[in-house]
């Protein structure tokens, strides 16, 4: 028998016998079982000295006897084997070792979706500057090696996102201008004020709608495209291999589209006042009985290179972000046609928000600067 029980007085002798192991497992813990059922108040002396054999499995039983026997009344532990000693004190140090407390995880159902946007929008933040700083990185490496350079690819791109985006630019640029010089002379009209028209579709063309329209057709044109090219080498694994040949994919693939947006967006912006000045124009020529002469006379008086530069400045800005933010949501893709869709949509949205808001930015520090 593993176990073996004699009672004397208040004292519980216990000796334990043979191989206490796994293999023992259907004798010996139907016997600890009995045990702990009948322990009472009395001390337990539990003699090891007949153990010839213990592994993990015994030696938990022996400290589930002794820990369960604790509970109800003193323990005495006599004849451990010296080469047991060291799996029974491994076996003690886990058994008895705290659990770690359980924190409560309070619930805020109104609080919980705002602090998840706020966390998504830090880590986006993150992965954004993470982005722009490979790029700067990859442009660096280009300026110091010029060669690096991929200048077929970088053409490629500006024939794409600049040439190919001229007609449909001018198409909305110019019904846009006329839009709002036609809605400026209905309602100056009632002031006897129709010449201040100009003055609107001057100003607002070539300080913020211009640019801000302009960005918003190439994010929703180019942006979306270079979300799906990424997006599409990702799930066939050629960035992997990029990557497997020792190229960045940085350099290769991303510098060359932000760089062609970044120089074409500024081009189309002069390109889009150009179409939505001449539109206003033509509006208040047709609809307003406003000579050209008259329009052009009015429209030097109105805006001044000040404007001009305003619009101009904001397009490389603008260009950055769109490139950025399609790459990075390129990046993102996983591999399925579903996923691609997404982030393509995400690109779009993002792209578009963050324009608004950095025109926002740029309005607020130009008025401060006096422009």
Not at 70 to 85: D, K, M, W
């Amino acid at each position: 028998m593993p176990l073996s029980t004699t009672i004397l007085n208040d004292r519980v002798n216990v000796a334990a016998d043979g191989a206490w192991t796994s293999d023992e497992a259907a004798a010996l813990e139907p016997q600890i079982a009995t045990l702990l059922a009948s322990r009472s108040t009395r001390a337990l002396s539990l003699d090891l000295h007949g153990l010839s054999e213990i592994d993990t499995f015994g030696a938990c039983l022996l400290e589930r006897l002794t820990l369960k026997w604790r509970e109800a009344g003193r323990v005495e532990v006599s004849g451990l084997p010296p080469r047991f000693r060291g799996l029974m004190a491994e076996v003690e140090r886990v058994e008895t070792s705290p659990d770690a407390p359980v924190r409560r995880r309070v619930q805020f159902p109104v609080l919980e979706p705002l602090g998840r946007a706020i966390f998504a929008a830090f880590a986006y933040i993150a992965t954004f500057m993470d982005m722009l700083g490979a790029v700067v990185t990859a442009l660096l490496r280009v300026i110091a090696n010029p060669r690096r350079m991929r200048f077929t690819s970088l053409v490629s791109q500006l024939d794409r996102v600049g040439l190919r985006a001229v007609p449909i630019v001018l198409l909305i640029t110019l019904l846009i201008g006329g839009i709002i010089e036609q809605q400026g002379i209905f309602h100056f009209r009632k002031f006897g004020a129709e010449s201040y028209a100009v003055d609107l579709v001057g100003i607002l063309v070539l300080r913020e709608i211009g640019v801000l329209l302009v960005a918003i057709m190439v994010a929703g044109r180019s942006g979306s495209a270079y979300t799906a090219e990424l997006g599409s080498m990702k799930m066939r694994e050629e960035i992997d291999a990029l990557r497997t040949m020792g190229l960045d994919p940085a350099e290769v693939l991303i510098l060359p589209r932000v760089l062609a947006l970044v120089i074409a967006l500024p081009i189309l912006t002069f390109i889009g006042g150009v179409a939505a000045l001449f539109g206003g124009g033509l509006v208040a020529w047709l609809y307003g009985g406003m000579s050209p002469t008259i329009f052009i006379s009015r429209l030097h008086d109105a805006i001044s290179v000040t404007h001009f530069e305003v619009g101009m400045y904001k397009a490389p800005f603008m260009a950055l972000v769109i490139g950025i933010v399609s790459s990075v949501e390129g990046l993102a893709v996983k591999g399925s046609a579903e996923s691609l869709g997404a982030q393509t949509t995400t690109s779009v949205v993002k792209s578009i928000f963050l324009v608004i808001l950095l025109d926002g930015f740029f309005a607020i520090f130009f008025a401060s600067m006096g422009m």
